[in-house]
Every structure is written in C-alpha cells, then in structure tokens.
C-alpha cells in the first residue's frame, strides 16, 4: 500500500447456496421467534465475494448487491462493521458481490455473503477468532448465518443455530426460480402456518420420512408462480420448496439424470442443474484456493 487510503489486491472467494431439504416449526418461543428442525444442503453454485483490505479503517461497498438493498442494509458491510467493532480493528474493506443467486428465493444469498465476509476478514485481518466465535457473530445478522460460517451440512434446530453436522450422499439439483421475492417476516405471521409440528429426529430424516417443508403449502396459495413451478417440476421428480422462499428443486442421483431432467423443463423456466457439497466451497478456498487478481 503506498498510503493510508490505498487498497491492496482484489481476492475472490465463494458464497455457496444452500437447499433446505426439509424445514419444520415445532413450537414458537416466548421472545416470538419459532422452534426449528431443518437440513441444510450446501451447493457447490452460487455468489462470488470481492474483498480488498484498507488501512484507514472504512469499510465500503464497491459496485450494487441486490437491488433495493441500501448499502448500510447489507448485510456484506453489516458482516464486516460487526467484526471490525468486535475485534476493535484499525483496517477497513472494499467488498462487492457477484450476486448468482436470486433474491428472496430462500437459497441463503444474504447469508451466505455474510458469512464469507466474516469468515475472510478474520483472516485477512489477522485475527484468526475461530469458527466457534464468528459463528456467534454471524447469528447476530442472521439465524442461518452460522451455518455457513461451518461449511458443513448439517441438521439445525432452536433458530437454525444449534447445528449437528451431517454426512450426505453426492446429489444433483434441478434448481428453479420462479422469480418470487418472498419476505420472510411476513411469511413467519401467516395465520395459516403449521406450528406444532412434532419433532423428529436425525434418523427421521436420514430414512426419508420428513421431506416436508411447512411454508409450501402456505405459498403455494399465496403465489400462482410457485404453485406453477412446482406443477412443471412434478414432471420430472419430487418438487419440493427450499427455506422460506420461492427456490424450488427436485434431487437427482446423477449429474446426467439432472441434466435430462432439465432438458425437459420448458425453456422459459429458469433453472440450473447444481451440486449438493459435501462441504463448503469457501472453506476450500481458505485453505488456499482462492483466486487474486489485481
């Protein structure tokens, strides 16, 4: 750096997606928040983050995230600010996002670039916390922001913050975007949401038997356009909804068997055939992967 302002190099590094492949509420709280049980799917597909340090402390967002999102909203620059403040840090960030995964589509975009901001702060800056302490963190911004901190699949209850990880066989996803933005505060108080839900356990769902998500049945009325995906993916497999979002997907054993199911979706549908990971692209990256350029 030749001075106080100057940023060094741009590294890029990765902000996977996830799949929720099954999401249920088993009571709500007294503090209005409601009692989880999820699996979180991680993807090898989604946003790649920009970071390069400053030294005079700023932290900035370079270029536009999602649209509509305020740069003091995001939760890029919210990421970065609550580490800076915890670890009473003198450097700053420039940070942009190339955003591939869509908004409101409970695939984890916001969240995920959270965590990888955390997650790559704390090395850049020379903290080196530990993923137990910028996991704390990460629930501050967000309950599904942990989990990406892990990198891990993994089996979630209370918030989504108290996660066991899981070993899950390589899958392929037909992954679609009906091109709904969900807001999931409004979601959570719909009247006509299931909560009581009785628990069940890892095995449950490692047998089959829970591959239910209790918002679909509510936005399946609530939006023609994903009651319509969800009618079009039938055609191929088991449709199911991912998280509190409009994502839909259907699982695959096979790359090729994902591949055709694709193939006979319409063409105006859009979709992607994606990866399940067996563990975060982004941790890869840390171990010395990532890809610089000036």
Known sequence: MSGPSMPGAWSWWPAPAKLNLCLRIIGRRADGYHDLQSAFRLLDWGDRVGIRVRAD????????????????????VRAALLLQEH???????????EKRIPAGGGLGGGSSNAATVLRVLDRLW??????????GLGLALGADVPVFVRGRNAW???VGERLTPLDLPPAW??????GIHVAT????????????AAPVKIADFLSGSVPDNVFEPVLRRREPAIEAALATLSR????????????????????????????????DLRGWVVAGAA????????EGKAQHTN
């Open 185 to 196: 505060a409004r979601l959570f108080a719909s009247p006509d949401l299931t909560r009581t």
């Open 57 to 76: 402390g700023v932290v900035s967002r370079v270029g536009t995230s999602v649209a509509g999102v305020a740069e003091a909203d995001d939760l890029l």
């Open 173 to 178: 996803y037909v992954l679609v975007d009906p």
């Open 279 to 286: 563990r975060s692209p982004l941790l890869e990256a840390l």
């Open 87 to 97: 670890a009473n840090v003198a450097q700053g960030a420039d940070i942009c996002v």
């Open 156 to 158: 979630a209850e209370g």
């Open 126 to 135: 020379g903290l080196e916390l530990g993923e137990d302490a910028l996991a």
């Open 236 to 267: 191929i497999g088991t449709p199911r909804l991912t998280g509190t979002g409009s994502g839909c997907f259907v699982e695959f054993a096979s790359l090729q068997a994902a591949q055709a199911g694709l193939a006979l979706l319409p063409a």
